[in-house]
């Protein structure tokens, strides 16, 4: 089977940083994408940040020029630098990745069970 691990949220004050961590785990052959989502509080699950095998990133427009994601490929590990951190920021990260499963190749979407990020005034 396949497992995504997040870590590194927790409880930061307006303008601190935070880094979030996603560890891909199981019978991988190879990952397509991952990706960073969040669900604050009485909203919708919105993609944060993504990256693909051949480099291309994008970022939502509420934390371009702030976050920063990057990918380590021998470690099937991706992260999320988070800076200059706003209360708006709040609210459960979500690692998503593309994965395509060994032997079978099989190509599908997986979730991780999400770390949350509190950003106080």
């Known amino acids: 089977q396949v497992q995504l691990v997040e870590s590194g949220g927790g409880l930061v004050q307006a303008g601190g940083s935070l880094r979030l961590s996603c560890a891909a785990s199981g019978s991988i052959f190879s990952i397509s994408a991952m990706n960073w989502y969040r669900q604050a509080p009485g909203k919708q699950r919105e993609l944060v940040a993504g990256?693909?095998?051949?480099?291309?990133?994008n970022y939502a427009d509420s934390v371009k020029g702030r976050f920063t994601i990057s990918r380590d490929s021998g470690k099937n590990t991706v992260y999320l630098q988070m800076n200059s951190l706003k209360p708006e920021d709040t609210g459960i990260y979500y690692c998503?990745?593309?994965?395509?499963?060994?032997?079978?190749?099989?190509?599908?979407?997986?979730w991780g069970q999400g770390t949350q990020v509190t950003v106080s005034s």
């Open positions: 998503n990745s593309i994965i395509r499963r060994s032997p079978s190749l099989v190509e599908f979407s997986y």
């Open positions: 990256i693909i095998t051949d480099g291309r990133i």
